[in-house]
Nanobody
């Protein structure tokens, strides 16, 4: 299973970005797809995930601003990020976990990782 994350960039505070994560080598619906981020000097942090049956979950700091969705035909998950803040600056990663999990929060629960995409929010 391979994951390809894209869509990062530089945006001003209050702006929006949409990240994409395309899964290959397996069906999207066979995995929980999670989003993590890692800011400089900090540990990797769980941000959101979408379960195999399409339910979405968010960390409190992004709930109401970020939206996780998927296009099964394209085997792609999207993270729409609105009202971005400087503290959202980080490298964002997508990852795939077994369908045995419903909403895995820990990095160790994920089996496959994409490369990161950098999101920089300027103040």
């Amino acid at each position: 299973v391979q994951l390809q994350a894209s869509g990062g960039g530089l945006v001003q505070s209050g702006g929006s970005l949409r990240l994409s994560c395309t899964v290959s080598g397996s069906s999207l619906v066979a995995h929980v797809i999670g989003w993590f981020r890692q800011a400089p000097g900090k540990e990797r942090e769980w941000v959101s995930c979408i379960s195999t049956d399409g339910f979405t979950y968010y960390v409190d700091s992004v709930r109401g601003r970020f939206a996780n969705s998927r296009d099964i035909a394209k085997n792609t998950v999207y993270l729409q990020m609105n009202s971005l803040k400087p503290e959202d600056t980080a490298v964002y990663y997508c990852a795939a976990a077994s369908s045995e999990w419903h909403a895995p929060l820990e990095t160790t629960m994920y089996d496959y990782w994409g490369q990161g995409t950098l999101v920089t929010v300027s103040s």
